[in-house]
């Protein structure tokens, strides 16, 4: 089995393998606005390309912004986010959380510089994984998001990890050090989209084969 030292060689392994040309700056699109927000509930349990369709109803209803989305009438955005499924479900997570958003900050810009993940934690519909998202995404926080695609490609090294807190440890403790503070929100950012791009580049079945990063290691 190929070695795998720590996350800061896997984050130069993939590196090499320009794994996100063509893709946007930061990975995620619209990196840095409440669109991120609201694909980070859209994406749960959902393909991206079903959440890019939702995102793109959203727009052309003009209702892709926290105070539209609290205001509109929940069987209207039920219908607009459809492609994602879970529509029922998201929905009412969506619109729950843009209130909460405006009660709490006033407004996107406030939420993205103060909100906590704590804050986010509280909030129904929202788990580890999307408060992480909106936080490292969204908000261009040092924070490390990891999925399934983490979990699925550190498995295919031999590595496996109990919990979700476990696994982002471990990518932590790799990158936390070796760059510049004002770095990390980049460096996560990029470390978990190589990871996303890599598993669905090279997945076999429920499987990764890691051939292609071993020499790189």
């Keep these: 089995m190929v070695e795998l030292p720590d996350a800061n060689a896997l984050y130069s392994a993939l590196e090499s393998l320009n794994l996100l040309e063509g893709k946007p700056p ?14 980070a509930v859209l994406t749960q349990n959902s393909q991206w390309t079903r959440v890019e369709q939702s995102l793109a109803n959203l727009e052309t209803a003009g209702v892709l912004n926290a105070e539209a989305i ?86 295919a090294f031999g590595f496996e990890h109990e919990s979700y807190d476990a696994l982002q440890a471990w990518c932590v403790e790799g990158i936390a050090g070796r760059f510049e503070s004002q770095e990390l929100p980049m460096i996560y950012a990029l470390l978990h989209g190589m990871i996303v791009e890599y598993v669905k580049r090279y997945k076999k079945g429920r499987e990764v084969d890691v051939g292609a990063l071993a020499p790189l290691l």
Excluded at 26 to 39: A, H, K, L, R, S
């Design 70 to 155: 609290a205001n509109t009438d929940l069987d209207t955005l039920m219908e607009l986010i459809r492609p994602s499924g879970l529509f029922k479900n998201k929905a009412k997570v969506l619109q729950a959380l843009s209130a909460a958003l405006l009660e709490s900050y006033g407004g996107f810009e406030t939420f993205r510089d103060e909100v906590s993940r704590e804050w986010l934690l509280e909030q129904k519909g929202i788990g580890p994984e999307t408060a992480d998202s909106i936080l490292c995404y969204a908000c261009g926080r040092d924070v490390m998001v990891v999925d399934a695609y983490t979990s699925r490609l550190l498995r």
């Design 26 to 39: 930061m990975w995620w699109p619209e990196y840095g606005t409440f669109t991120v927000v609201v694909g």
